[in-house]
């Protein structure tokens, strides 16, 4: 059983940025495809970033492209998404979510979910 929490968010302005972490526990982290979600009320939960297990190009929603970073550390078992040029879009709250071996953009084929971390983002 994979544990996961994230951590890093807050409450910013707009063009500010800031790091979400995720921390996994539980589970071989290396083996895992990683992604973050993001969900904002009313809105269903789409994939902004992920990557797979051996790292290579991640993927990014259009949305985020350019200014987003998806980044992971195996030997700390740490999962990053680095937030910059944020924008009030951006509000939601964040999941990091891990399925094996290959990313996937659909939420329902990820097994294990974070509890989520929450990012405002004022005008």
């Known amino acids: 059983q994979v544990q996961l929490v994230e951590s890093g968010g807050g409450l910013v302005q707009a063009g500010a940025s800031l790091r979400l972490s995720c921390a996994a526990s539980g589970g071989t982290f290396g083996s895992y495809a990683m992604g973050w979600f993001r969900q904002a009320p009313g809105k269903e939960r789409d994939l902004v970033a992920a990557?797979?297990?051996?790292?290579?190009?991640?993927y990014y929603a259009g949305s985020v492209k350019g200014r987003f970073t998806i980044s992971r550390d195996n030997a700390k078992n740490t999962l990053y998404l680095q937030l910059n040029s944020l924008e009030p879009e951006d509000t939601a709250v964040y999941y990091c979510a891990a399925r094996n071996f290959l990313y996937s953009t659909r939420p329902s084929e990820y097994r294990y979910w974070g509890q989520g971390t929450q990012v405002t983002v004022s005008s």
């Open positions: 990557m797979n297990w051996s790292g290579g190009s991640p």
